[in-house]
């Protein structure tokens, strides 16, 4: 099955924080967290299979990172992608989305709990 869009918005969600992203075509992390496209351990919520992008989002979450699925990614994905379908992915997860509400306390809050924690996840 093909990925589906969320409606337009890529929802991030935080314990009690929540916030509707800027929807820019072709973004591939604006799915829902459906098995069809990752399954997590439901013990240790770490990924046991999932589409490209899906595991990109996933080792670089902003809330729950998979910290222990590096190393098995960085072994094995060439022999399910290109180096360069993976930098485009790391690229466009990089570059996330600005929030839709530009107040300067919702810039604020995007910037300290999605932006900067998603772009540490780099280094």
């Keep these: 099955?093909?990925?589906?869009?969320?409606?337009?918005?890529?929802?991030?969600?935080?314990?009690?924080?929540?916030?509707d992203l800027e929807h820019i075509e072709g973004y591939p992390f604006a799915l829902l967290d459906l098995p069809t496209y990752i399954v997590l351990d439901p013990e240790t919520k770490t990924i046991l299979a999932g589409t490209i992008s899906k595991i990109i989002e996933r080792l670089t979450h902003h809330v729950f990172p998979d910290n222990s699925a590096h190393l098995p990614f960085i072994a094995t994905y060439r022999s399910f992608s290109t180096p360069s379908e993976i930098l485009e992915l790391l690229i466009s997860r990089f570059n996330i989305p600005p929030p839709l509400d530009k107040s300067p306390n919702n810039q604020h809050l995007y910037q300290q709990k999605i932006k900067t924690p998603i772009q540490l996840r780099f280094f």
Excluded at 1 to 19: H, S, T
């Design 1 to 19: 099955p093909k990925p589906v869009p969320l409606g337009g918005k890529k929802v991030v969600v935080q314990e009690d924080f929540r916030m």
